[in-house]
């Protein structure tokens, strides 16, 4: 079975015989890995509130703990729950380091750093900072939730697993997650004017 | 005012959207994760085949085959310790 690029956004796959695979084929998949899932992990390190000047870090954090678990990964949980995982720990290790040493990561809306295409960037950048401002008022669990389900459309299984929560939890946390988020964006929308 | 579904799905997909990386991201971590993986090989708890795997298949100037089973274990030709 193959790894397909996330960006279709279908089901997602598993790896074959995981056990049994040499390490030649390790690295193909590693591989093949990066190449389709790089952009999943690095929207979902930014919408977990990584800042823009640590992403790189913080990217390339779970891509070496990809690579060190990989011949462990048992297939049992689609790919980008254990992806979504293990940028959520890497996450929240950032988080904890940079609250030790007193630092703000964001609470405020990262800037990108990448160059403009004037009329989507700007439409788009207003409903990051949209969203990031909403995230900023959720707690970890809960943000994790909106991030996995809401923005990254995994289904309420594969968001249960991710967060390791049951199914029915998922399922009225996004429910409550989606109706304040739209009684909130009612209010930006009212304060600031036109929709994203 | 009151959101509608509409804005609060058109809201959600911008911003999904909005985060794409470029692919140079994409080559600016991957030259620096391929650096890391071979100047902090401890790091990758040592599993060093599979990392001389990883080096050979990303790395332009990856190490020959018989490179993969040096005297000195963990030491790679011309790799910095």
Not at chain 1, 31 to 52: C, K, M, Q
Not at chain 2, 16 to 28: H, K, L, N, T
Request: proline content about 6%; glycine content about 6%.
């Amino acid at each position: 079975m193959q790894a397909m690029p996330d960006s279709k956004r279908s089901s997602d796959v598993k790896l074959d015989e995981p056990r049994t695979r040499g390490a030649s084929t390790e690295a193909l998949e590693f591989a093949r890995l990066y190449e389709n899932y790089f952009s999943f992990t690095w929207r979902v390190l930014g919408h977990l509130g990584i800042p823009d000047h640590t992403l790189d870090d913080a990217v390339q954090e779970v891509w070496l703990v990809v690579h060190r678990r990989l011949p462990n990964f048992e297939g049992r949980s689609a790919l980008r729950t254990w992806l979504f995982g293990v940028a959520f720990n890497v996450a929240r290790n950032q988080r904890r380091a940079v609250s030790r040493r007193r630092e703000q990561l964001t609470d405020e809306p990262p800037h990108s750093d990448s160059p403009p295409d004037p009329e989507q960037i700007r439409e788009g950048s207003e409903a990051w900072e949209r969203v990031q401002r909403f995230l900023s008022t959720l707690d970890e669990q809960r943000r994790a939730i909106f991030v996995c389900n809401l923005l990254e459309n995994l289904s309420a299984l594969e968001t249960a697993r991710a967060t390791s929560l049951d199914v029915s939890t998922v399922y009225q946390r996004v429910r409550a997650l989606r109706q304040s988020f739209k009684v909130w964006l009612g209010r930006e929308l009212g304060e600031f004017g036109e929709p994203a | 005012m009151t959101a509608t579904e509409l804005d609060v799905d058109r809201t959600l997909e911008l911003a999904r959207c909005a985060r794409e990386p470029s692919s140079v991201d994409e080559q600016r971590v991957l030259d620096r994760l391929r650096s890391r993986i071979v100047d902090a090989p401890e790091q990758l708890g040592g599993r060093r085949v599979r990392r001389l795997h990883l080096v050979r298949i990303l790395g332009e100037d990856a190490p020959t085959h018989k490179d993969e089973a040096p005297p000195m274990a963990g030491l790679l030709p011309g790799v910095r310790r």
